[in-house]
């Protein structure tokens, strides 16, 4: 299976800005949709926001205007800048990415998670 690795979680005050990032460790022909998801204490795992090989993104309604996913193909990067933040974004951040390793044999894998904190 293909090992996502994601990095930029940490503690933030309200307000203040986290970057995140995810990358496949292992080596990948193509890929197609990649995501973040969170999950806070006590709910259920939510998309945060997906982007497409084609660039099409799209938000969870509570991120609209704050946070912007992108991706750097050349790197196989997703990228989660996240502006604004607010308490309630207090969450495990774990990204999703999909497509195909070099046998071209499909994956669809989860990093291990990151945790953001927003707090005074």
């Known amino acids: 299976q293909v090992q996502l690795v994601e990095s930029g979680g940490g503690l933030v005050q309200p307000g203040g800005s986290l970057r995140l990032s995810c990358a496949p460790s292992g080596s990948v022909v193509s890929i197609n949709a990649m995501g973040w998801y969170r999950q806070a204490p006590g709910k259920e795992r939510e998309l945060v926001a997906r982007?497409?090989?084609?660039?099409?993104?799209n938000y969870a309604d509570s991120v609209k205007g704050r946070f912007t996913i992108s991706r750097d193909n050349a790197k196989n990067t997703v990228f989660l800048q996240m502006n604004s933040l607010k308490p309630e974004d207090t969450a495990v951040y774990y990204c999703?990415?999909?497509?195909?390793?070099?046998?071209?044999?499909?994956?669809?894998?989860w990093g291990q998670g990151t945790q953001v904190t927003v707090s005074s």
């Open positions: 982007i497409t090989s084609v660039d099409s993104t």
């Open positions: 999703n990415v999909n497509g195909y390793r070099r046998s071209y044999a499909p994956f669809d894998s």
